[in-house]
């Protein structure tokens, strides 16, 4: 039988502050009817993100902000349900951007098709989309390391961080993550085979970061900026690298909170370059070729940390900011049965 319902997670009020459950309201419509050339979607997995707080202000930024009254915007993995576009067919997986909602419409614009005999379909919203690609360019193009290099890496148990670092590893570098708890140092030590790890919670981060890395830090790929980009500045060596990928320390903030000292960054020559995934599409296809290699190889270890329930989406997400999951969190809302 045909779920008749949608069950959608509307954006419902901008967050001064921390997001919380109350900037969300979940409603149930009736499934939309397709026209002409579209295709009705069964959203299997979503993603959820750092990047939707930003999505939840009004500040500028790189792309428009989420529009209130609107299901919340995400990446979801489907299943095409009906079809009047002659290249989707009724069981088809694709990769999308339908968002907070449990069925979509629309054409095949923008839309990727997953086949799920090369790799779990929900590994597309993770290591093999765009937080993949996000570490993989952030590290090698940016960071550049070099075998025998000192490479710190934060927030190393999550998306963009695990695979960053075990790249890096892959590059005969010295690899050190930060993390918020002993649970996240013990998989990063020992699931990703960093050298160490130290927990930014517990650990007084100036000593743990002499202590584990003797040698300097050439490259810092900092998903987490404040404290620990400040702490971590203290020990950049000459021609230090930073591609600075996410600053998720400020983004629950409401007024900005006290700055790094930047200075080190000037007297080492060091390069600190803001990077935007969108900019590197073209990088894709050798991502790819290589990510799907080291996956086959064993040479990259992925996890997901799965919430069930398109309800609980709202609660996953935000428990991405008090640091919950481990591995890529993603929202399963349905069981990837056949239509
Ligand atoms: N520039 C781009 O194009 C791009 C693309 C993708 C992602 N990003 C950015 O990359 C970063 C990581 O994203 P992700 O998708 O891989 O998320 P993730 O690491 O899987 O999940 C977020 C993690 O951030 C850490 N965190 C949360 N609040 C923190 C705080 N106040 N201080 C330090 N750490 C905190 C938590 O881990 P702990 O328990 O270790 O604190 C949490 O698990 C984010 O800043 C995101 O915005 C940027």
């Keep these: 039988m045909r779920d008749t319902k949608n069950v959608q997670v509307i954006f419902k009020s901008r967050p001064e502050g921390a997001a919380g459950e109350e900037n969300f309201e979940i409603v149930e419509t009736p499934v939309p009817k397709i026209g ?10 979503l993603s959820v993100d750092p990047y939707m707080r930003g999505r939840m202000s009004t500040a ?17 993995v489907s299943q095409v349900v009906e079809s009047n576009d002659p290249h989707f067919a009724p069981g088809d997986y694709v990769l999308g951007y339908d968002g907070w909602q449990s069925y979509a419409i629309g054409d095949g ?7 799920p005999r090369q790799a779990p379909i929900s590994w597309s919203l993770g290591v093999l989309g765009m937080p993949g690609l996000t570490a993989y360019v952030a590290l090698l193009d940016i960071g550049q390391p070099k075998s025998g290099e000192t490479v710190v890496v934060s927030a190393a148990a999550g998306a963009v961080g695990s695979i960053a670092g075990q790249i890096a590893k892959r590059k005969g570098c010295r690899v050190v993550g930060t993390a918020g708890s002993d649970e996240k140092c013990a ?17 007084d981060l100036k000593t743990a970061l002499e202590t584990a890395c003797p040698n300097g830090i050439d490259v810092y790929v900092d998903n ?50 803001g990077m935007i995934v969108l900019d590197h599409v073209d990088r894709m296809p050798d991502f790819l070729r290589d990510i799907s290699q080291w996956l086959r190889d064993g040479a990259i270890h ?16 935000l428990g991405l900011f008090k640091g919950e ?8 809302v349905a069981e990837e049965k056949e239509t």
């Excluded at 614009?109 to 086949?115: E, M, N, Q, V």
């Excluded at 998989?187 to 919670?201: H, S």
């Excluded at 900026?225 to 600053?247: D, K, W």
């Excluded at 992925?302 to 997400?317: H, K, M, Q, S, T």
């Design 224 to 273: 987490v900026g404040g404290v620990t980009l400040e702490a971590v500045l203290r020990r950049i060596n000459l021609h230090a690298r930073i591609p600075l990928v996410g600053v998720i320390s400020q983004y629950n903030n409401a007024k900005p909170g006290p700055g790094p000292n930047l200075g080190p960054i000037l007297v080492n020559r060091a390069t600190i370059r």
């Design 60 to 76: 500028k930024s790189y792309v428009p902000p989420a529009r209130l009254g609107e299901p919340m915007v995400g990446s979801t």
């Design 302 to 317: 992925y996890r997901e940390d799965i919430v069930v329930g398109l309800e609980n989406a709202p609660r996953a997400f």
């Design 325 to 332: 999951n481990i591995g890529k969190r993603v929202v399963k």
């Design 36 to 45: 002409d050339g579209q295709m009705l979607r069964r959203t299997i997995w």
């Design 109 to 115: 614009k923008g839309l990727r098709k997953l086949d």
């Design 187 to 203: 998989f990063v030590t020992r699931d990703l085979g960093f050298d160490a790890c130290i927990n930014y919670r517990k650990e």
